[in-house]
């Protein structure tokens, strides 16, 4: 295959064909596709069994078990983001192509929110009620974990791309990620919390904003550093 | 400039440089912690709220001041390892977590000190003391990520870009975690802004105590350095060299 009879590819479709193959990829393995739900939901099934059953007391902590849940599972999904394509060599030529990584890791990025992320947005609400939070504040929470998964999905692939070529990786994976997503996590469960006390939240939702422009714009960045270093 | 520059990132002439600083900075630290300790344990009044509590500041503060400014350095050092590729920045890149490590980790533990009898509290999720255990995770984060890869080179670069990525983070953490606990307690901030009439026999010991614990940094940063310096080196002549020295 010569250089001369490869059709031309622009950015965008180098940037959609990712997207579409890491959703395919995903959707062909089922569990991969549901393990993270599972996992979210009996983590929120932990805080009412180890903190207490009392609707009181669940619903001052629900907006933080919820948003705590989220960011562990979006952490445990994060192994599937580039593991498989490091391991059959695909990566490296993700590496190779002549298209900007930028745009390949953000389309990496994006599919494993849509697979890991925006589900645990769409059952946030379920769980919202098993935890009696206040029916005001379902939309804020929604919301700001629709705003903020993202976020979670950006710098921990960071975290991926900079661990993806090392033997052990779960535990350092989160030393090194979780710091980092603390800022989404206080603003994030802060919002929620302060509908409840009929605060206003409109500060909430600008900083959450500007953290996923921030992190749409630098973290791929540092995704696409961090695998060029990896895979070398 | 650029021969400054070039000649800086090779080890061995900051090896000889630093070993001719040395002696004047453990000088200028013993003198100064000699007088700085002593005003402050001894001559400083006490405190008409506080007593002799107070005393715990002039340790607490300048350890604390330092540990904020080592996250910024390792992201500088880490920005010049990957622009330039130098590796004696890589190199106060790697000896510098540790350190910073080390001072949040005191600058915490001062702080329980201090907090036991002024707040009553070894531990308070007051914003400046979770910033500083935020911090000491972020740290502990780029330890543990050095000494995961095996391959040096990859080691260096890894780091150093998650050191910018850190440090990117760092005020907006400062920001979200102080103004996620101003809305619950804002008293908090008043008892530790307590000393605000701040007479000069107060700030005169603090001043010097920080310059004191600054070179102690300093001195720590280069010493460890050039261990690292040696140990990277250790197959060059000038180093065989050096050892054969120190041996006959």
Redesign the interface.
Known sequence: MSAGTVPEVSTWGAFVATLRRDLLVAFKRRNDLLNPIMFFLIVVTLFPLGVSPDPLELAGISAGVVWVSALLASMLSLDNLYRADYEDGSLEQLLLSPQPLFFLVLAKNIAHWLISGLPVVVLSPLLAYMLYLPEGAYWTLVLTLLIGTPVLSLFGS?GVA??V??G?RGL?LA??V???T??VL??GA?AVT?VMFGLPVGSHFA?LGA?LA?ALS??PL?SA??LR??V? | MWLWFSKLGSPRWFYELSGRWLPWLYGAMALLLLVGLTWALLFVPEDYQQGHTIRIMYIHVPVASISLACFPLMAIAGAITLVWKMKLADMVAKCVAPIGLWFTGLALATGAIWGEPIWGTWWAWDARLTSMLIQFFLFVGVIALRSAIESPDAAARACAVLAIVGAINVPIIKYSVEWWNTLHQPASRISMDAMSPNPPEIWVPLLIMISAVYLLFVISLLLRTRNEILVRERRSQWVTDLIARSQS
């Open positions: 960071i900079l661990t070529g090392l052990s350092i030393v090194i979780l710091p980092l603390m800022p206080i603003i802060k302060d900083l953290m921030v630098i973290a540092a550093a961090a270093i990896s070398n």
